[in-house]
């Protein structure tokens, strides 16, 4: 392919040369004002020596033309495995390629586009802004987009050099049903009414008649709850939580016949349960030196409502002092133990002794709300071995331990046990030690273990701290009254605050201090799982996957009954994790991924982009258009048509610069003239 022009190479510059020739018009004009009969002649003079200044020169190039380019993007995301769109896609591909390869001068540069990084979802229009950036603008001839229309970054959509087109995947009778959280708490005070807000939408052509369906709710991954709801109303639910630390409330309603994906028909609103208030009654028995210990611990806490009563003289002791001498306020058994006693979150019973103080009716009040959910700790002291012991009382019924009636007068150091090695309550609880070690207590009052009691702490091969769980609520006996010790710093002391907060919040039931638990952390595409439990042997989590597969995690152990595992996700989503009885929940990312919050086809999001470069929507299950060269200017679609808009690109390999006319030509030429011009002149004025 050769191309030839002419070019100029001035030997002076051209305003100089526009200048002589502005002189040269007004020399020729003056000449046929005055009437000089050769003027025409010396005009053709004057534009010669002009056009000879000029340079003119033969341009010759030889071109190798260029193929033109067709850009095709292939989205290959989430959403495009839905349905049957994956066939749809590889068959428009393979039409695409076959008709390009058919094509001389034309070939297909392809570029795949999968889910963004995190939750950007389908990033379209950043893919063809790169694609473009790398290839030669001006061979550009047409952009071809294989898609679902369900691109996430349309509002960066670049200018396309050629016609764009996209091939709409999909089909106009797909449906869809999604689950949609629109206002959920982050936080939460236990016992206290909140609210979610959440919608169950229909997209697409979804089925007539199809108005209400069962929503599914469980807590932690509980027992699920069913409700009967509207669809396409936004619906709003009450909840209240129970326990501190995370909240986990699974929300989903079955898969439909016919919908594209159940993804989207599950999510996940994790709440952060905390306490307003921790009211915790302290009722001592008589003064001791551990009665300021425990009073100063408690109160340390400004989360902690703390009600305080030490009994200085019980009523059998007559001394003839009045009691209006004694007592600042009456002590308000009834009160207490009758009326408000489910008000407390925790009932500590420190050194105290059957006096005829508190009836019977009203300790058999507190192991009734034992039963219900409470949790009572008692610190025993001497008088638990005796005769007016808490143990020969109704709540005598509900403690893990009983004394044998002997106290031991010994320094002993308490031990965690074997059982309390894989306690949370006392697990790791040998990091708080100072350096020679625990100190010493002085006494320990005997206990003989009940039948269901965990025997977590010893002191002389004795038992020092049974735990149990009674009916709704749980209880504590620790069997010395020389904790007090530990916080005075007595041989170096011991972690008495820690095992207090862990006691507390093992009672009150905190997730993290559950013996038998298993729970999933997310980081990133991480699940790190935790399984707590009493037990020994390996461990192995089912782990079931957003799209139902499922997978055996094996889990091991850091510590006694503490296990751990990582699971590398591959995608994010909703992620159901069961070893044995106990089962979790756990969302990467959210529970249904910016990919699946709509999935019905579209070509309307993409439409404007498109038509601003002369592209069209075409439907792939109307049919795979033809692909047509078309001219530039001209329709670029057609009724089973798509076009390209050839670019003639090309690269020059060889170019030849040779003179209009040589030198001595053009001088004969413009002498000629001069002559000419003299001689015509000459001759007209002789003649006249």
């Known amino acids: 392919m050769n191309a030839t022009s002419v070019i100029f190479d001035p030997a002076l510059p051209w305003p100089i040369l526009a200048g002589l020739g502005a002189l040269a018009v007004l020399l020729v004009a003056l000449g046929a004002w005055r009437g000089l009969s050769g003027w025409a002649l010396r005009a053709l003079a004057l534009a010669g020596i002009l056009f000879a200044l000029a340079g003119p020169s033969l341009q010759q190039e030889e071109r190798d033309p260029l193929t033109d380019i067709l850009l095709v993007l292939l989205d290959e995301s989430a959403s495009q495995h839905l349905s049957d769109r994956a066939d749809q896609t590889a068959t428009a591909l393979t039409a695409v390629e076959a008709r390009v390869a058919a094509t001389e001068g034309l070939e297909m540069t392809l570029t795949r586009v999968g889910d ?45 050099p050629a016609p764009a087109h996209l091939l709409l995947t999909g089909r106009d009778t797909d449906w869809d049903r999604r689950l949609v959280v629109e206002n959920a708490p982050a936080f939460a005070i236990l016992n206290e009414e909140q609210e979610i807000w959440l919608r169950i939408e229909d997209q697409g052509a979804a089925p007539p008649g199809n108005t209400r369906t069962t929503l599914e709710i469980s807590v932690d991954g509980g027992d699920p709850v069913y409700h009967d709801v509207p669809v396409g109303e936004s619906l709003r639910l009450p909840i209240v939580l129970t326990h501190g630390g995370q909240n986990v409330i699974r929300f989903s309603v079955a ?34 030196p551990g009665t300021r210990t425990w009073r100063n611990l408690l109160k340390s806490d400004a989360s902690v409502d703390l009600v305080h009563f030490t009994i200085l003289r019980p009523p059998n002791k007559q001394d003839g002092v009045p009691v209006s001498e004694l007592s ?44 219900d959910g409470g949790a009572v700790l008692v610190a025993a002291g001497p008088d638990f071995a005796t005769a007016q012991s808490l143990a020969r009382s109704p709540l005598g019924d509900i403690l893990p331990a009983a004394p044998s009636s002997h106290v031991i007068e010994r320094e002993f150091a308490p031990e965690v046990t074997d ?16 350096p020679g070690g625990w100190g010493r207590w002085l006494r320990l009052v005997e206990l003989e273990p009940g039948a ?13 701290l049974s735990l149990d769980r009674v009916g709704e609520g749980r209880v504590a006996l620790l069997g010395s009254d020389h904790a007090w010790l530990w916080s005075r710093g007595y041989e170096g002391g011991g972690p008495q605050l820690e095992l207090l907060r862990r006691l507390a919040h093992w009672m009150m039931k905190e997730p993290e ?5 298993l729970s999933a952390q997310a980081e990133g595409l991480r699940l790190v799982v935790t399984r707590r439990t009493l037990g020994e042997g390996a461990r192995e989590v089912t782990v079931t996957r957003p799209d139902g ?7 091991t152990e850091e510590a006694p009954g503490l296990y751990r595992g990582t699971y590398l996700a591959p995608e994010m989503g909703l992620y159901r994790l069961e070893e044995g009885d106990l089962t979790a929940v756990a969302a990467l990312g959210p529970a249904a991924p910016r990919e699946f919050e709509q999935t019905v086809a579209t070509g309307e999001l993409l439409a404007p982009a498109l038509e601003g470069s002369g592209g069209v929507v075409k439907r792939l299950e109307e049919g795979m258009p033809a692909l047509r060269p078309v001219r530039p200017g001209r329709p670029s679609a057609g009724l089973g048509w798509i076009g390209y808009t050839p670019r003639e690109a090309y690269v020059t390999t060889a170019l030849t610069v040779v003179p209009l006319a040589p030198a001595w030509l053009i001088l004969l030429v413009l002498a000629g003239l001069a002559i000419a011009a003299w001689l015509w002149e000459g001759r007209r004025r002789v003649t006249g």
Do not use: C, W
Request: charged content about 25%; aromatic content about 4%.
């Open 513 to 517: 201090l559950e013996e038998e638990a």
């Open 419 to 434: 059982l309390g090695a894989r306690h949370p309550v006392t697990r790791g609880l040998e990091e708080f030690a100072p």
């Open 549 to 555: 597969e499922e997978e055996l995690l094996p889990l």
């Open 116 to 160: 963004g990084e995190g939750d950007q979802g389908t990033r379209l229009a950043s893919a063809l802004s790169q694609a473009l950036a790398e290839l030669p603008r001006d061979r550009v001839a047409g952009v071809v987009v294989i898609s679902d229309g369900r691109a996430h970054d349309v509002e960066l959509m670049p200018d396309s």
């Open 452 to 464: 269901t009691g965990q025997v977590v702490m010893q002191g002389l091969d004795r038992p020092l």
């Open 328 to 371: 600042l306020i009456a002590f308000p058994t009834q009160e207490l133990f009758l009326e408000k006693v489910t008000e407390f979150d925790l009932i500590i019973f420190d050194r105290y002794m059957l006096r005829g103080i508190l009836p019977g009716q009203y300790l058999g009040s507190v192991r009734d709300y034992v039963m």
């Open 255 to 288: 898969e439909q016949p016919g919908e594209l994906t159940a993804r989207n028909n599950a999510a996940v609103v994790q709440i952060s349960g905390v306490r307003d208030r921790l009211r915790v009654l302290l009722v001592s028995g008589q003064p001791h």
